[in-house]
C-alpha cells in the first residue's frame, strides 16, 4: 500500500512569492492534515481538509491557505513568503471519524526555504 | 488535551530493549494514548496507540499503567535504525479534529 507523498521535496522560494505544496493521501483516506514543523521547533498544525472542505484551521495568518480535491488529494499554498516561513511542512492522511481513533499517517515532507 | 512529560533523551544498546516512559497524570477517560518516532528531517512515523489494554504490533509494545496515568513504550530489541525522537501524545476522541501536537520528545540513540 502506498503511504502518503508529497512533493516537490525541497522547495526554494525569495521573500514575497508565493508556494504551493501537494500532498496525496492513502487510498481510501479522505482527511488531510497540513503541519509546520519549523528547526527546532514541535509540529504546528496548520489546515486540516475533509471531503474537500476546510474543516480546521491552525493559529497561521490567512496567507496560508488550501484546498482539497475530489480525489482527496490536497494543496498547501503560502502567499507572501516570509523568511520564517522556512520549514518543514508535513501532511498526514487518516480516515475520517471519530479522531483520536483514527491513526494519522505522514508523509516525507516538503522543506521550504525562503531566500 | 492531557500534557505529557517525556525524559529528553535516552541511551540503549543495540538488540536490547528499548523502554521509553511518558508521564499523561492528567488524562481523561476518552483519551488515547500514542506514539510517533521522527528521524532526523523525515516525517513522523506512526508506531502504535492504546486506550486502556496493553497493545502490540510488529514495531513495539505499549504497556499502559492501570490508573492510565503513565505509559511505556518498548522496542524489543532495538537497532541503529531505531535511533530517532520518540513522540508520546494523548488525544482525546472528537469529531472536532485530530490535530497533533508533538512536544519535546525522547531521544533514543541506539549504540553498537
Known amino acids: 500500500e502506498a503511504g502518503v507523498t508529497q512533493s516537490p521535496t525541497h522547495l526554494i522560494k525569495t521573500r514575497g512569492q508565493q508556494a504551493t505544496l501537494r500532498c496525496s493521501p492513502i487510498?481510501?483516506?479522505?482527511?488531510v492534515y497540513w503541519y509546520q514543523q519549523a528547526l527546532g521547533l514541535g509540529l504546528q498544525f496548520l489546515l486540516w481538509?475533509?471531503?474537500?472542505?476546510?474543516?480546521n484551521r491552525g493559529n497561521f495568518p490567512p496567507r496560508f491557505s488550501g484546498r482539497q480535491f475530489p480525489n482527496y488529494s490536497s494543496e498547501l499554498n503560502v502567499n507572501a513568503l516570509e523568511l520564517e516561513d522556512s520549514a518543514l511542512y508535513l501532511c498526514?492522511?487518516?480516515?475520517?471519524?471519530?479522531?483520536?481513533?483514527?491513526?494519522?499517517?505522514f508523509g516525507p515532507g516538503t522543506r521550504l526555504l525562503v531566500l | 488535551d492531557a500534557k505529557t512529560t517525556q525524559p529528553p533523551s535516552m541511551d540503549c544498546a543495540e538488540g536490547r530493549a528499548a523502554n521509553l516512559p511518558c508521564n499523561h497524570s492528567?488524562?481523561?477517560?476518552?483519551?488515547?494514548v500514542y506514539w510517533y518516532r521522527q528521524i532526523h528531517s523525515q516525517g513522523p512515523q506512526y508506531i502504535i496507540h492504546?486506550?486502556?489494554n496493553n497493545e502490540t504490533n510488529e514495531m513495539a509494545s505499549l504497556i499502559i499503567t492501570e490508573d492510565r496515568k503513565s505509559s511505556t513504550l518498548i522496542l524489543p530489541h532495538a537497532t541503529l535504525r531505531d535511533t530517532a525522537v520518540y513522540y508520546c501524545?494523548?488525544?482525546?476522541?472528537?469529531?472536532?479534529?485530530?490535530?497533533?501536537?508533538f512536544g519535546g520528545g525522547t531521544r533514543l540513540m541506539v549504540k553498537p
Open positions: 487510498s481510501g483516506h479522505t482527511s
Open positions: 498526514a492522511s487518516s480516515p475520517f471519524g471519530v479522531a483520536g481513533r483514527e491513526t494519522q499517517y
Open positions: 492528567t488524562i481523561s477517560g476518552n483519551e488515547y
Open positions: 501524545i494523548v488525544r482525546v476522541a472528537s469529531y472536532a479534529g485530530n490535530m497533533l501536537t
Open positions: 492504546g486506550l486502556k
Open positions: 481538509y475533509d471531503e474537500g472542505e476546510e474543516r
